[in-house]
């Protein structure tokens, strides 16, 4: 199945944009791990590293 990167960059993307209004929200409590990560867009940066290595260890 070649569709699995399509699934899982939007899965990232969903999550990233899901960090980031995370961020933006006061109200809501932050993911424990990722406060240990430095700003939200470090955060993205680290997650599509984690998303491009696991699509070329696949291949």
Not at 36 to 48: C, T, V
């Amino acid at each position: 199945m070649e569709n699995y990167e399509l699934i899982i960059g939007g899965i990232g993307a969903a999550y990233t944009l899901a960090s980031i209004i995370i961020r933006l929200t006061p109200t809501v409590e932050d993911d424990k791990v990722f406060n240990k990560l430095a700003p939200w867009h470090q955060r993205a940066l680290w997650l599509a590293d984690k998303i491009f290595t696991a699509s070329v260890k696949k291949k």
